[in-house]
């Protein structure tokens, strides 16, 4: 069975920083894209960032600037570095892993940014 392990959520005061990681136990030959989606309560899901095979990225405007989507691919692992972050960028973060036409996607994990 394909998992999808995030890991990096905590609390954080607006302004600062963390750094999401999320291992797939998938062969990094299948995956094609790894991405970060977010999700508020009350609010939809919503893409932060993307990562394809070839390096190339993606990111919702809402965080353009702020944070950074990189990926080891010999560890299969997308890393989600978030810098000066805000109150409203609290949210539960799931990684999701697109290999094929299957997308396989994390439990997540939860940021909380405090003022």
């Known amino acids: 069975q394909v998992q999808l392990v995030e890991s990096g959520g905590g609390l954080v005061q607006a302004g600062g920083s963390l750094r999401l990681s999320c291992t797939a136990s998938l062969s990094a030959f299948r995956i094609n894209v790894m991405s970060w989606f977010r999700q508020a309560p009350g609010k939809e899901l919503e893409l932060v960032a993307s990562?394809?095979?070839?390096?190339?990225?993606t990111y919702g405007d809402s965080v353009k600037g702020r944070f950074t989507v990189s990926r080891d691919s010999a560890e299969n692992t997308v890393y989600l570095q978030m810098n000066s972050l805000k109150t409203e960028d609290t949210a539960v973060y799931l990684c999701?892993?697109?290999?094929?036409?299957?997308?396989?996607r994390g439990q997540g994990t939860q940021v909380t940014v405090s003022s």
């Open positions: 990562i394809d095979k070839g390096g190339s990225t």
């Open positions: 999701s892993a697109l290999a094929g036409y299957i997308n396989y």
